[in-house]
């Protein structure tokens, strides 16, 4: 877990039905030393509790701007000034145009007008509301002004639309959190590099409605990608299709089959990448001959035959093309994992692969931690189970120590 000890974070919760993913964000928050404080607005009340907030975060729960009590010493102002960091989550369409016209009619719009802290916004609404040139213009209008911003995320919304307008899973929200802080601490030392990121899933096509894929959800990839970035690294995010939501700075080419992975790599390391990490689930095989038309079943038979191909192995193409000068694998596996990963260590002409036993339902694919086992020719390393945003830390740091005893 990232180390945010001393860091005093004010958590606004503001109304709609993404505020129950809050709790689950002031739980990551205050296991990485946060100090946390919460506001509800009125509407926020509808959807979680001030006992449940009061009971994780370990304080009480602020929602009223004229409370007696609180406001005898001025306390929405010593309120304001605590914080090192305001965290709007979620940020509705309503919160987000009061905001940005300056209105303080309620605490913690008043709290974010009287702050001189940062503000960090994670927008959370209906597709259509996201979409509105009003909420747009208010939205362009606050990132104009310095305030900070994860999300949203695209996807399926409890009202049953699909677009964008979710809001970021409460990892991502830590995740920008903690790069906020390390941007202003950690040193650049990995300015000048240029590192290439694979990550997600990908999927091949069997026809225009079904695919092949996996379960990655592409947390660990971008988790690297946050640190190699805070660390002053430019990085090209390749990504399969994913849920997460890149962070601010990085490059990100998106991409669905092994083969569009691939080309964007290609195209990323014209010139050879200081570091490449193949951290994406690539699907081994792929259709022969992907059909145009949906294929339908037939009616005297309960068996259909697909005809599938290797996919190209990515990270075995650009390590025999020299296309970086680090370059690290992952090794998702379900059983013998040690020894799998040490023979892809071998076999790809890898530096450095990263094995984790996906076969364990609290680590790997679709979860917030993660335990490995980093192996390269001269050693073996096993850090403890950690939120990928930790672990990804962890593995940018020791990627950067064995390039640097190798030099």
């Known amino acids: ?24 964000l002031i739980r990551l928050l205050t296991k990485a030393g946060a100090d946390v404080q919460v506001v509800l607005t009125e509407g926020a009340k509808a959807f979680v509790t001030e006992m449940t907030l009061q009971a994780i975060s370990g ?10 009590n609180a406001e005898a010493g001025m306390g929405h102002i010593e309120l304001a ?32 007008i009287a702050t001189e802290s940062p503000v960090l916004l994670a927008p959370a609404m209906n597709q259509a509301m996201w979409r509105h040139p009003a909420t747009q213009d208010n939205y362009a209008l606050l990132m104009k002004r310095g305030v900070l911003s994860v999300g949203p995320a695209d ?27 390390n941007n202003t601490s950690i040193q650049q030392d990995l300015a000048g590099q240029h590192w290439v990121i694979t990550a997600g899933p990908t999927m091949e096509a069997i026809d225009p409605v079904r695919y092949i894929s996996n379960h990655s959800s592409g947390k660990m990839g971008y988790a690297l990608a946050t640190a ?8 090209t995010l390749v990504s399969g299709p994913v849920q997460c939501v890149p962070p601010q700075g990085v490059n990100l080419l998106s991409v669905k089959s092994a083969d569009d992975m691939l080309a964007a790599c290609e195209q990323s390391m014209a010139s050879p990448a200081d570091v490449f990490i193949g951290a994406a689930a690539v699907a081994d095989f792929k259709m022969k001959t992907a059909t145009d038309q949906k294929m339908k079943k037939q009616s005297d038979t309960d068996e259909m035959q697909l005809v599938l191909v290797k ?9 025999e093309n020299k296309r970086a000068k680090t370059m690290v694998g992952f090794a998702a596996e379900t059983q013998n994992v040690i020894e799998y990963a040490q ?39 096993s850090p403890e189970k950690a939120a990928k945003s930790e672990l990804g830390n962890q593995l940018v740091e020791f990627i950067y120590k064995h390039t640097q005893s190798i030099r």
């Open 311 to 319: 996919n190209p192995d990515i990270i075995a193409t650009l390590s």
């Open 59 to 68: 304080h009480p729960v602020r929602s009223t701007l004229l409370d007696p």
């Open 155 to 181: 996807g399926a919304q409890a009202c049953g639309d699909i677009g964008p307008g979710r809001m970021s899973e409460p990892s991502d929200i830590f995740n920008a959190i903690s790069q906020h802080f």
């Open 228 to 235: 190699a970035l805070a660390r002053g690294a430019k990085v």
């Open 343 to 381: 023979g892809k260590l071998e076999r790809k002409g890898l530096d450095i692969i990263v094995a984790n036993d996906v076969s364990r339902s609290d680590i790997g694919f679709n979860q917030d931690e993660n335990q490995v086992t980093v192996i390269t020719k001269e050693q073996t390393w």
């Open 81 to 112: 000034k605590w914080a090192d960091l305001i965290v709007i989550a979620p940020a509705s369409a309503d919160f987000m145009a009061r905001y940005s016209q300056g209105m303080a009619n309620d605490l913690l719009s008043t709290l974010c």
């Open 1 to 24: 877990m990232s180390d945010l000890s001393q860091k005093r974070i004010l958590l606004g919760i503001t109304g709609g039905i993404a505020a129950y993913k809050s709790i689950e």
